[in-house]
């Protein structure tokens, strides 16, 4: 499968953004699929994670509450709503998809990634 991401930008401290993934194929809701980001000079990390059937999802406990995953298997999509974002929210943020449905922290079981999408948050 193939993970175009989107939705990136400038925002304020405070402010909101959604990201979109959308990926190929027509078995993407057979996809486990994950959210992840990388800040400049820090390794990637796990954001947030849904099932192939929306059933479950998963975050980072320190994001739990901000961030909301979710999917549109309809239009093989998959969104992250990021609320009262912060600098430290900056970052690359990339979308990911493993062929197991169920729900992962570890990118090393993520199969296909998108190309990231840059989130920058201004105080």
């Known amino acids: 499968v193939q993970l175009q991401a989107s939705g990136g930008g400038l925002v304020q401290t405070g402010e909101s953004l959604r990201l979109s993934c959308v990926g190929s194929?027509?078995?993407?809701?057979?996809?486990?699929m994950g959210w992840f980001r990388q800040a400049p000079g820090k390794e990637r990390s796990f954001v947030a994670a849904i099932n192939g059937s929306s059933s479950t999802t998963y975050y980072a406990t320190s994001l739990k509450g901000r961030f909301t995953v979710s999917r549109d298997n309809s239009k093989n999509a998959v969104y992250l709503q990021m609320n009262s974002l912060k600098p430290e929210d900056t970052a690359v943020y990339y979308c990911?998809?493993?062929?197991?449905?169920?729900?992962?922290?570890?990118?090393?079981?993520?199969?296909?990634w998108g190309q990231g999408t840059h989130v920058t948050v201004s105080s």
């Open positions: 194929g027509r078995t993407f809701s057979t996809y486990g």
């Open positions: 990911a998809a493993r062929v197991n449905m169920g729900l992962d922290s570890r990118a090393t079981s993520y199969h296909y």
